[in-house]
């Protein structure tokens, strides 16, 4: 850990973003996790797609539960809400949050840990009940607080730091999510900003459940040859379906592409996804295709990576619940009891 | 790009940007950093080492090194390098115990000295330790040259000069003052193995205008008249006192005036206040003590009446650009102004004077009547004459004197050892790690936040009445020690090492300035696009590594690292280290070792 706090002086020609705030702005705390921590890079990826996007931070909610992941939204916006939870319990937190209030940016902070063991059933039930959310999972394969335990993401056949080996098959949540129903599933690497920061941008944009799963690698205890999710096996091993381009509708249009060889995905709000051909020819709305795609290149030992899977047309909780479009706390005492009159008219309709 | 080539002595030096500024090369912040532990005698140590005269130049350097000074990059003022430096002169206890020891044995070569200014003591403080019989001619009866006689005792007072001149002159030089050399012939054949000429620019320009005749005893050149000052040959000037010119000499011309008796002093400068040569901290201390500054005023003549000097007449002037670019000062056809005055002093320039060196010894001149020299080894056209200071190269500063010095002693030793002086030794440098724990070192790496201090100034009402009180009072303690937290340690260097490097990502995550990318290889102009935040400061190098694993490079920018030492704290690998570059010129002692 750092003793010192990062330096305020920036780079002098740092842009100003629509909202006058520059990355800088959109920092948290120093870190305090291991030096190279995977978990790091996911932060400052978060950090800059938030600013590239001019979100304004008080409009943004972080929750997340236990474990290092979930130690993240420390590091970045540190305007925004926060909630650190109970282990495997952000879900039910974020849930609740997203009940009472539809017009925050819910950015939930898990790791493997965290949702593929102990809140696994919080995971499934969360992409059931479609919250509008992005669901980022920081995945590195092992429980690094408690110094490196084979957790259940790691793959078959891996090793930990002490040379024990993994068992049993791995949970894969991105597969996990496009079965329960996610409409926005990705998967990338915290090492490749590139692919990461509009993926992230995208999934905040989404409306709907948005999942990524991150290979986050734990430096200290998973970072080893006989290690799955390294460094060095994740840069080997490493594939993407598609490269992805992250256009926020406020913005013009400027880079031109081959018209005929990509795919254009427009979010509701009128931003733009652009995906480039990589010769995978890979189509991210067809469910079973994508699932095919991920376990054929997981049979080789390679980890597919970017735009998975994309649905536009689920609807998400408050559509399907039909709740109330202003927030909790701005439902007056008249929205709340709207008189003997309505009330009468309630009972009518028993009648 | 090519992997940089860290073992380039001069790679790291101009990372140091302070220290590659300053034409001795001084160390700077690893004096700051002393100043900072109060080790105030070491501090002052290694400017002696390098610069000769700690407390003449703390109080009256040219300062090149604060332009230069990294902070400027990244805020508005950089740190007060050359304040700190006096700091160091002002605090330090006895250090007579630490300067050289001169050998009573002598090594059997004599060096012939020509003034005793910057220069010359320079080459006398270097070789007396080596053995070297040395002979200091100077027609002055006193030493120090301009430093005594350009630079008035309020702003450096007589004992810190007599302290610096006496450690040099009390290592045993026959010192023959008050001896004008006349023939430069008639020295050769006293039979010394080299002389060296540091006779500075001596003479004044004056400005030869209709009525300079009838006027004359009341119009000075500006060194000239501050030399005499300083001697205490004049101790008045008039009540209305113009000063010409817009230097440094100007600024001390017209202090001066203020303390001798000038009620009116008119500094008048042709040209803009932006195109002033003067140094902005003595326009400002001139400034501060209510002396006017009229800019854009062209001279056009004395004006006389019952045959004495009671006026000027200036035309007015703007500044214009012709199709070159070159810049011309176009009359505004207003009414010419008329200054009244009693006293005019010119500071419009000095030139260099040889009249002791015949034309028929083999020292040839070039068209400016400057010396022809090798400008390494500041070796004339004659090998055993060498020059430095003012005399080589034309007026400059103390801290260039000095610098010359140095080199023309490295000269001078090499050719006594029958060497060859064109083969000049390497700079002496380290670059050693300053890891102490994994996130701790050696070094303060939390940067202060402070902007610059404020020195403090003795009240007005007192310096103005006294030529002799110095103004600028200096740092105490405290100011120093928080002026000293703003130096971002730029010598301690980011090393990267490639093959440790497994592209985390963390140092590029962490840096605050934004300094490191992991991209593909590409020429310099387009990799400087490619940086996460372009580079665009070309005059600041891109520090590249070796292809890493996954076909990558690392480059840096130097541009504006605050030397923070995060990239090297976040990285898991060590790949990142901090390493202190310490640099130091060769010096004459370094050479000839067997």
Known sequence: MSYISKPKFQHPNLEPNEIGLTRRDYEGTLTTLCGGCGHDSISAAIIQAAADMSLEPHRVAKISGIGCSSKIPSYFLSKAHGFNSVHGRMPSVATGANLANKELFYVGISGDGDSASIGLGQFCHIVRRRINMLYIVANNGTYGLTKGQLSATADLGSKTKSGEESLYDNIDMATLAIELGASFVARSFSGDKQQLIPLLQAGLTHKGFAFIDVVSPCVTFNNTESSTHGYKNTWENYIALSEVDFVPMRKEITTSYDAGKEKEITLHDGSVIHLHKTGTNYDPYDKENALHHINQHKKKGKIATGLLYINQSTSDLHELQDTVDKPFNRLTNHDLCPGNEVLRDINETFR | MKPTDIADPDYFHKVVDCQWACPAHTPVPEYIRLIAEKRYSDAYMINWQSNVFPGILGRTCDR??????????IEEQPVAICRLKRVAADYKSDIKHRLPAVPKKKNGKHIALIGAGPASLTVARDLLPLGYEITLFEKDELSGGAMRT????????????????????????????????????????????????????????????????????????????????AFEHIDRVGKQVIVLGGGNTAMDCCRTSKRLGGEDVTVVVRSGFDEMKASPWEIEDAMNEDIPIVNFHVPKQYIIEDGKLVAMEFE??????????????????????????????????????????????????????LPILNKTTFQSTHEKVFFGGDAALGPDNIITAVAHGHDAALSIHLSCNNQDINVRPNPLTTLDSQKMGIHQWSYDNDISNDVRYIVPHAAKEQTLNDINMEVELGFDEELAFGETMRCLNCDVQTVFTDQLCIECDACVDICPTDCITFTGNAEESNLRQNMLAPAE???????????????????????????????AERCPTSAWDMRKYLFNTAKAENACQS
Not at chain 2, 64 to 73: F, G, I, K, L, Y
Not at chain 2, 155 to 182: A, K, Q, T
Not at chain 2, 334 to 359: H, K, T, W, Y
């Open chain 2, 64 to 73: 090149p090194c604060e332009p230069a000074c990294r902070r400027v990059r």
């Open chain 2, 150 to 229: 350009q630079i008035p005792r309020f702003r450096l007072p007589g004992e810190v000069l007599e302290e610096e001149l006496h450690y040099i002159l009390d290592m045993g030089i026959n010192c023959r003052f008050g001896e004008e050399i006349s023939s430069m012939k008639e020295l050769l054949k006293e039979g010394f193995d080299a002389v060296f000429v540091g006779t500075g620019a001596p003479l004044g320009k004056h400005l030869d205008l209709p009525g300079y005749e009838e006027a004359k005893e009341n119009i000075h050149t500006g060194i000239e008249w501050l030399a005499s000052v």
């Open chain 2, 316 to 369: 007015k002037v703007k500044k214009e650009y012709d199709e070159n670019g070159r810049r011309l000062l176009i009359p505004t056809g207003e009414d010419p102004i008329v200054i009244p005055c009693d006293d005019v002093l010119c500071a419009i320039g000095q030139d260099n004077s040889f009249p002791l060196i015949e034309r028929d010894l083999g020292i040839e001149f070039d068209k400016w009547e």
């Open chain 2, 537 to 567: 400061n070309l005059a600041q190098d891109i520090y590249v590594s070796d292809l890493l694993e996954t076909g990558r490079i690392m480059a840096k920018n130097e541009d504006l690292c605050l030397h923070c030492g995060l990239c």
